[in-house]
């Protein structure tokens, strides 16, 4: 499904869904007995551990790869600040620095230095959660990030709360109501609600709720000596946004999946059987359904985690993403680069999740032939 | 293909795309004022000389919006044909020369999807000088990872067919194959996604405009519009929320078509065709 149809949403980032994969060579061969015993199979330990763990091996490559990736992202981020064109310096002080003025703040923010030396002490920090001093506030990066982080991921947590059971429910739902009027309602208002942007959901939301009725606040800054059901009430919009904004994409691709799997074969040889609709849902739908919609979670978690920017700021909530989103107005990098790379890493590895996930759920994955 | 045939939320989607599009050409004809005169008090209510009211400086909301189509649609649309233009290519060339060219665009575009779109905008917008091309450029850059995607698993499947084995005996090129062989069989599936693309880079533009990185005032447009009226929200006053309307209206009637011109192609491929 997400080869042949366009995709509305985070895809996974390793190519895991694309079938044209050639099969990873260390795999080659393995044998259709379940449990070879030693000394049957040659070749190093990692060909014998693939034999013996396949899923184990699996997930162990899978986690290798996601590393990796993070380090090219970091790379990337990095190299790429430094390849284009703009030198802060110059951005910091006006058109009108002296040459000399120039070369001190450069000499100050340690530009002057080689490129691969600051990188590869960025990264060195980076891996202890050292990120830093911002440029713009001089405060240390990493410890905002400390705090904002918790913030933004308790909104991001009770979004996904709500979302998901809500989804996967009204998923099933169109598809058993299959081009009936109870889907094609649904079908209708979630294509509405993917093309409302995000801070047009948030407006509204505030306008009717914390203006008009007064039963919300607004804005939603939390302060660490709230208590819990404080902290609760003052997300209740901000979550509501995201909601909104995640459901309807994670509903698409929840019917999507257990329509590809209703459309098979075997659920057809299930009707002309005669089965009835429950036992053909229960019994030969709903075990081939769980790994993708799994997968349609995970990958849709991943999207809330970028979406929690723009909430973030239409909100006013202390959050990661209004911390990048204000250091990229003052070109403040250091936070900038932290903040991509923190992002990144969460997409990466909620999409490694989805990955694994679908590999345990679907033991097929697990000897790809 | 009749008129008849096409499904009644389809036509609402084309009357949609039309006005704006309408709008966006016309704009100095149909706008009451200009783009950047102040006119009137600061958020004067509806009504009256302001068919919509005043934004934060005075401004007729009504021609702003007008003038905004323009904006809005005319970068948007640069960058998804940019990014189609540029997806495609590359995803065509790794189809169908194969191996190591293959390998090495797919792993990259890999390497690109990693990083979230907006994410990835914001870090290279904060290093970028703030210029009209360089925004269009950055969107359609990044836009050309998902095409490239959809590309080139449609390439995959449309290279392996004999007419196209047929051409590669006659000794054409692969340029003629690219061009005369593949991209006549793609165009239907990739009509449908340069639809969603172009909903997309709306939403998108409209995005980053409010988070204050996309078109810089005093020009027009609907994202940046949101954020110049946002603070009016909390005295009731909904003057932001008329551009939101309108990004809003116009991606659901893009997002109309799209669907209907997707069920065709599912259609003409036959199959139980409702996932």
């Known amino acids: ?369 | 293909m009749n008129l008849r045939s096409i499904p009644f939320s389809a036509w609402v989607g084309i009357a949609g795309i039309a006005l704006a599009i309408f709008c966006a050409v016309f704009a100095p004809v149909i706008a009451p004022f200009g783009e950047r005169d102040v006119v009137g008090d600061i958020w004067l209510p509806a009504g009256g000389d302001f068919l919509l009211g005043t934004d934060n400086l005075g401004r007729d909301l009504l021609s702003r919006l007008v003038y905004g189509a323009r904006t809005t649609i005319f970068v948007a649309l640069a960058a998804t044909v940019l990014s189609f233009s540029l997806g495609m290519l590359l995803s065509f060339t790794a189809a169908v020369v194969g191996g190591f060219t293959d390998q090495f665009f797919s792993r990259f575009n890999d390497l690109m999807m990693a990083i979230p779109t907006l994410i990835f905008a914001l870090v290279v917008l904060a290093v970028l000088p703030q210029h009209l091309w360089i925004l269009i450029l950055v969107m359609a850059v990044l836009d050309s990872t998902r095409v490239f995607r959809i590309g080139r698993a449609v390439a995959l499947d449309v290279a392996v067919m004999e007419f196209v084995e047929a051409a590669r005996l006659r000794g054409e090129g692969s340029l003629w194959i690219i061009f005369r062989e593949i991209l006549p069989n793609t165009l239907s599936p990739l009509l449908a996604e340069f639809g969603l693309r172009f909903a997309f880079s709306i939403l998108f533009l409209s995005t980053l405009s409010f988070l204050g990185l996309g078109i810089q005032p005093p020009s027009a447009d609907w994202g940046g519009m949101v954020k110049d009226n946002k603070d009016g929200i909390i005295f009731g006053i909904s003057a932001a929320l008329i551009p939101g309307a309108a990004i809003a209206t116009l991606a659901i009637c893009v997002n109309l078509v799209v669907d209907w011109l997707m069920k065709r192609t599912s259609s003409l491929k036959g199959g139980r065709g409702d996932a």
């Not at chain 1, 995709?7 to 379940?34: F, N, W």
């Not at chain 1, 340690?110 to 030396?117: A, M, R, S, Y």
């Not at chain 1, 991921?153 to 059971?165: C, D, G, H, K, Y």
């Not at chain 1, 019994?283 to 919609?293: D, F, L, R, S, Y």
Request: charged share 15%; proline share 6%.
């Open chain 1, 1 to 369: 499904m997400m080869e042949s149809g366009p995709l509305t949403g985070p895809v996974p980032t390793d190519g895991s869904a694309d079938g044209t994969h050639p099969r990873p060579a260390e795999l080659s061969g393995v044998p259709a007995k379940p449990n070879p015993a030693d000394g049957e199979i040659g070749g190093t330990f990692w060909r014998r551990f693939t034999f013996r763990r396949p899923l184990a091996a699996l997930i162990l490559q899978r986690l290798g790869l996601s590393v990796g990736l993070l380090f090219a992202v970091s790379l990337m981020i990095s190299g790429g600040i430094e390849a284009l064109p703009g030198d802060f310096a110059t951005t910091y002080l006006g058109q009108s620095a002296t040459p000399q003025a120039v070369e001190n703040i450069r000499k100050d923010l340690g530009l002057d230095k080689p490129w691969t030396e600051r990188y590869l002490s960025w990264l060195g920090g980076a891996v202890q959660g050292d990120f830093g001093t911002s440029w713009a506030s001089k405060n240390s990066v990493g410890e905002q990030i400390g705090k904002r982080l918790g913030n933004s991921l308790f909104l991001a947590f009770f979004a996904a709360l709500i979302s998901v059971p809500l989804a996967v429910g009204l998923g099933m739902l169109a598809v058993q109501f299959r081009n009936r009027l109870p889907d094609k309602i649904i079908n209708v208002v979630s294509l509405a609600a993917i093309s409302l942007p995000e801070f047009f959901v948030g407006y509204l939301l505030i306008m009717f709720f914390a203006v008009k009725y007064g039963i919300a606040t607004f804005p939603a800054t939390v302060y660490d000596s709230m208590s819990f059901t404080e902290r609760l009430s003052a997300i209740a919009l901000p979550v509501a946004t995201l909601v909104l904004v995640v459901l309807a994409h994670m509903m698409r691709m929840t019917r999507a999946a257990i329509l590809n799997v209703m459309s098979s074969a075997y659920v057809e040889t299930a009707e002309l059987k005669g089965l009835s609709a429950f036992r053909i849902i229960a019994k030969h739908a709903a075990p081939n359904a769980v790994a993708p919609v799994i997968n349609v979670i995970a990958l849709n978690l991943a999207y809330l985690v970028v979406g929690v920017v723009v909430v973030e700021v239409v909100f006013v909530y202390p959050g990661m993403g209004q911390y990048m989103v204000d250091a990229v107005t003052v070109r403040d990098m250091p936070v900038v680069q932290a903040c991509g790379l923190i992002f990144a890493a969460f997409y990466i590895f909620l999409n490694m999740a989805a990955d694994i996930l679908a590999i345990i759920a679907n033991p097929r994955l697990r000897h790809p032939r």
